[in-house]
């Protein structure tokens, strides 16, 4: 008999770095029974960082899933939860791990409040409409405040959080929390005992507040449910607790509100509760509903709803590569039934693939299972061409999900084998990773041979680094962090490129006319329209001219950077009737891209970096006077409750190499940063001078003509 889904929760932990979220997976593992010694993190003994590099760095890398269940109202709830990492060079394993799930735990320092990376996955979350509950960690730290955590967030971020506890006492004296719709006060102890939490009275000094509270909470409940708005106005007294909760889940899951509790994770403070907030009010996968896509045969939209009789479909979010079973996809299951050995079909190949094994996992562990239904994550093995991204479904019935957009590296190295009998291991090895992370690429220089990684940051490629030493063996020699520039034109030009070639016999000819210039405002890649009248280029050439024109953007005039976005309008030209083929019409693009560009104005453009220095008062003329010096801009300037300074400015990522271990140096070790990607702008003209004499090329200039 298939299982009620009401009874699922599919939710993942978000935030910024070390606001607790591997801390808080650990306890729900422990309290939900799934483990039972808890793991830290700072022992390097955390379930869910298995990697040797997150144990050893205190840090997670990648997004792991598991599978736990917890007691709520009389009911078994089933958790499928994913921890994903906090650091902004790992974005795409919470870009990957919200498209899939229902829900999210958003997990927020108490003193540290909205940091920049929290706002980061909020967006991504918003993104992909995943509902939220706010958990505000770490109450026991010097500096802890809940309710100015709680309208941090309705500042920075724009949500209505709403208070569903308030704390009992805070920083050393935190020993508790009131649940405001029960008006019951909760007492922790930090054992590590299964129940490790007592009821009691709620203390005298506090009843004030609990009373205030809980009338904002009714009054939030009561908007978000229009039949509950009228019995709270014939008599406010009147509405039950059951009915409360269920308004509060409706405007949780319709996103108005975002409900907030708080609690210690490392003292084991609050974490039951936490779970049944999840319970009370993230959705299952019948409150998101039936999943939308396209049929790939007609193009119309069809749904799925999230049951086991329908047709199944499901989307591979993840691609892990494990030293025992092989290649592993990780899939959410919308609908349907799946069984382990049976065949699915990939929308984007075409082709039917064997489902070998079928895994429920734990960490790294895989759990074998018979089957899985809608709404499961499991993992499969088996699949010979599968990415990040696939839709797999019932031949007889296809569906193509909603994909993921995943950012552009924005930092490179080179690397080479340290032997040359490594050469092979190095290709394979960097195969295998970049398939695992989109983010993360490879190509070749065609003008050195040398091949060029490239990532999100310069810790993203540290650990690629470590993990082909590690996991494959490779030694590699690597060379300085390059930045990832772009190039664009700014001007239009026309230009007539003529291709003619006779070495006897049939020849090449191809005529064209075209007037280039910078794309559309928000058109990346190629813009191109065809503009050809009475057939002087035939119709089969004129995908040809286009084709030319989107392999050439791959290396711009100025320095070999790919060009970003353009438009080409294809204005005129002619052809042979027997010299003329397709491949003529392709390079005369060609040709005529590199002839026309450098009288385009073509410039550089340089990844700008979005930073934020936490710095106490007196380093920070030192912090701005060397930002100065790296060509940052100061956007704003703020204060912490701590009496802290927040500077936020925007940086070129090519004056921040290295640039923790200044910030170190001039803050005594006492600032921190984060740095994040916020968009591509030009390079000034003398930099960008030296920047494509360095590249061997010789440098044009934005204004020269003929």
Same mark, same amino acid.
């Given at each position: 008999?298939?299982?009620?889904?009401?009874?699922?929760?599919?939710?993942?932990?978000?935030?910024?770095?070390?606001?607790?979220?591997?801390?808080?997976?650990?306890?729900?593992?422990?309290?939900?029974?799934?483990?039972?010694?808890?793991?830290?993190?700072?022992?390097?003994?955390?379930?869910?960082?298995?990697?040797?590099?997150?144990?050893?760095?205190?840090?997670?890398?990648?997004?792991?899933?598991?599978?736990?269940?917890?007691?709520?109202?009389?009911?078994?709830?089933?958790?499928?939860?994913?921890?994903?990492?906090?650091?902004?060079?790992?974005?795409?394993?919470?870009?990957?791990?919200?498209?899939?799930?229902?829900?999210?735990?958003?997990?927020?320092?108490?003193?540290?409040?909205?940091?920049?990376?929290?706002?980061?996955?909020?967006?991504?979350?918003?993104?992909?409409?995943?509902?939220?509950?706010?958990?505000?960690?770490?109450?026991?730290?010097?500096?802890?405040?809940?309710?100015?955590?709680?309208?941090?967030?309705?500042?920075?971020?724009?949500?209505?959080?709403?208070?569903?506890?308030?704390?009992?006492?805070?920083?050393?004296?935190?020993?508790?929390?009131?649940?405001?719709?029960?008006?019951?006060?909760?007492?922790?102890?930090?054992?590590?005992?299964?129940?490790?939490?007592?009821?009691?009275?709620?203390?005298?000094?506090?009843?004030?507040?609990?009373?205030?509270?809980?009338?904002?909470?009714?009054?939030?409940?009561?908007?978000?449910?229009?039949?509950?708005?009228?019995?709270?106005?014939?008599?406010?007294?009147?509405?039950?607790?059951?009915?409360?909760?269920?308004?509060?889940?409706?405007?949780?899951?319709?996103?108005?509100?975002?409900?907030?509790?708080?609690?210690?994770?490392?003292?084991?403070?609050?974490?039951?509760?936490? #779970?049944?907030?999840?319970?009370?009010?993230?959705?299952?996968?019948?409150?998101?509903?039936?999943?939308?896509?396209?049929?790939?045969?007609?193009?119309?939209?069809?749904?799925?709803?999230?049951?086991?009789?329908?047709?199944?479909?499901?989307?591979?979010?993840?691609?892990?590569?494990?030293?025992?079973?092989?290649?592993?996809?990780?899939?959410?299951?919308?609908?349907?039934? #799946?069984?382990?050995?049976?065949?699915?079909?990939?929308?984007?190949?075409?082709?039917?693939?064997?489902?070998?094994?079928?895994?429920?996992?734990?960490?790294?562990?895989?759990?074998?299972?018979?089957?899985?239904?809608?709404?499961?994550?499991?993992?499969?093995?088996?699949?010979?061409?599968?990415?990040?991204?696939?839709?797999?479904?019932?031949?007889?019935?296809?569906?193509?999900?909603?994909?993921?957009?995943?950012?552009?590296?924005?930092?490179?190295?080179?690397?080479?084998?340290?032997?040359?009998?490594? #050469?092979?291991?190095?290709?394979?090895?960097?195969?295998? #990773?970049?398939?695992?992370?989109?983010?993360?690429?490879?190509?070749?220089?065609?003008?050195?041979?040398?091949?060029?990684?490239?990532?999100?940051?310069?810790?993203?490629?540290?650990?690629?680094?470590?993990?082909?030493?590690?996991?494959?063996?490779?030694?590699?020699?690597?060379?300085?962090?390059?930045?990832?520039?772009?190039?664009?034109?700014?001007?239009?030009?026309?230009?007539?490129?003529?291709?003619?070639?006779?070495?006897?016999?049939?020849?090449?000819?191809?005529?064209?006319?075209?007037?280039?210039?910078?794309?559309?405002?928000?058109?990346?890649?190629?813009?191109?329209?065809?503009?050809?009248?009475?057939?002087?280029?035939?119709?089969?050439?004129?995908?040809?001219?286009?084709?030319?024109?989107?392999?050439?953007?791959?290396?711009?005039?100025?320095?070999?950077?790919?060009?970003?976005?353009?438009?080409?309008?294809?204005?005129?030209?002619?052809?042979?009737?027997?010299?003329?083929?397709?491949?003529?019409?392709?390079?005369?693009?060609?040709?005529?891209?590199?002839?026309?560009?450098?009288?385009?104005?073509?410039?550089?453009?340089?990844?700008?970096?979005?930073?934020?220095?936490?710095?106490?008062?007196?380093?920070?003329?030192?912090?701005?006077?060397?930002?100065?010096?790296?060509?940052?801009?100061?956007?704003?300037?703020?204060?912490?409750?701590?009496?802290?300074?927040?500077?936020?400015?925007?940086?070129?990522?090519?004056?921040?190499?290295?640039?923790?271990?200044?910030?170190?140096?001039?803050?005594?070790?006492?600032?921190?940063?984060?740095?994040?990607?916020?968009?591509?702008?030009?390079?000034?003209?003398?930099?960008?001078?030296?920047?494509?004499?360095?590249?061997?090329?010789?440098?044009?200039?934005?204004?020269?003509?003929?």
């Amino acid at each position: 008999m298939a299982r009620d889904l009401k009874y699922t929760r599919n939710i993942g932990i978000m935030a910024h770095i070390d606001a607790g979220k591997t801390t808080t997976s650990e306890r729900i593992l422990y309290y939900t029974g799934k483990t039972h010694k808890i793991g830290e993190v700072h022992e390097g003994a955390a379930t869910m960082d298995w990697m040797a590099q997150e144990q050893e760095r205190g840090i997670t890398i990648t997004s792991a899933a598991t599978t736990a269940f917890w007691h709520y109202g009389g009911d078994v709830y089933q958790i499928n939860l994913i921890d994903t990492p906090g650091h902004v060079d790992f974005t795409v394993e919470v870009e990957r791990s919200l498209r899939v799930l229902d829900g999210t735990v958003a997990t927020f320092c108490a003193v540290g409040r909205v940091q920049p990376q929290s706002e980061t996955v909020w967006r991504q979350a918003d993104k992909y409409n995943v509902p939220k509950i706010a958990y505000i960690n770490k109450m026991d730290r010097v500096g802890a405040d809940f309710l100015a955590c709680v309208d941090d967030i309705h500042n920075k971020l724009g949500a209505t959080a709403v208070p569903v506890c308030l704390p009992i006492g805070s920083e050393d004296t935190f020993e508790g929390i009131v649940d405001l719709i029960s008006r019951k006060a909760i007492y922790y102890n930090s054992s590590e005992e299964l129940v490790n939490f007592k009821y009691g009275p709620i203390p005298e000094d506090m009843l004030g507040d609990v009373a205030v509270w809980r009338d904002k909470l009714v009054d939030t409940a009561a908007e978000c449910d229009d039949d509950l708005m009228e019995k709270y106005f014939e008599n406010p007294e009147s509405l039950t607790e059951e009915e409360i909760i269920a308004a509060l889940r409706k405007g949780t899951i319709s996103m108005k509100i975002v409900p907030a509790c708080c609690g210690s994770s490392f003292k084991n403070k609050g974490v039951q509760f936490l #779970l049944d907030c999840v319970m009370r009010y993230l959705p299952s996968p019948l409150d998101k509903g039936a999943v939308k896509g396209i049929n790939p045969k007609n193009g119309q939209e069809v749904e799925r709803e999230p049951k086991a009789d329908e047709p199944f479909c499901g989307l591979v979010f993840k691609i892990a590569t494990d030293p025992y079973v092989g290649r592993l996809a990780f899939m959410r299951a919308y609908s349907g039934h #799946l069984d382990s050995g049976s065949y699915v079909f990939n929308v984007r190949s075409g082709r039917k693939e064997r489902v070998a094994r079928l895994y429920q996992m734990h960490s790294n562990h895989q759990n074998p299972i018979e089957f899985v239904e809608a709404g499961d994550i499991c993992a499969a093995v088996g699949f010979k061409d599968l990415r990040t991204g696939d839709t797999v479904c019932s031949e007889s019935h296809q569906i193509t999900l909603e994909s993921m957009e995943f950012p552009d590296p924005v930092i490179g190295i080179a690397v080479e084998p340290k032997t040359q009998q490594d #050469l092979d291991k190095l290709s394979i090895a960097l195969s295998k #990773l970049s398939e695992e992370d989109p983010t993360f690429t490879v190509k070749a220089d065609q003008e050195t041979g040398q091949t060029i990684i490239s990532g999100m940051g310069e810790l993203h490629l540290d650990i690629i680094i470590d993990r082909l030493r590690r996991e494959f063996d490779v030694e590699i020699n690597q060379g300085a962090p390059h930045v990832n520039y772009k190039e664009a034109i700014t001007g239009t030009y026309q230009h007539r490129e003529v291709f003619r070639k006779q070495t006897g016999g049939r020849g090449k000819f191809a005529d064209i006319v075209v007037e280039i210039g910078p794309a559309d405002q928000g058109v990346s890649g190629l813009q191109f329209e065809n503009e050809v009248k009475g057939g002087n280029i035939p119709k089969e050439f004129i995908p040809c001219v286009q084709k030319g024109f989107e392999m050439a953007m791959a290396n711009g005039v100025l320095a070999g950077y790919e060009m970003q976005s353009m438009k080409v309008r294809l204005l005129d030209g002619s052809f042979h009737p027997v010299d003329s083929d397709a491949l003529s019409f392709e390079l005369a693009a060609r040709m005529a891209f590199r002839n026309a560009c450098p009288k385009a104005k073509p410039i550089l453009l340089e990844p700008i970096m979005d930073l934020e220095v936490v710095t106490p008062e007196e380093y920070m003329g030192d912090i701005v006077g060397d930002l100065n010096r790296r060509r940052g801009q100061i956007a704003n300037m703020d204060s912490t409750s701590t009496g802290a300074r927040i500077i936020k400015a925007f940086v070129p990522l090519a004056e921040q190499f290295g640039y923790v271990t200044v910030l170190r140096t001039l803050s005594s070790g006492r600032a921190t940063s984060t740095m994040s990607f916020d968009h591509y702008a030009e390079v000034p003209p003398t930099l960008a001078k030296s920047i494509v004499e360095r590249s061997g090329y010789r440098y044009i200039g934005n204004n020269e003509e003929d």
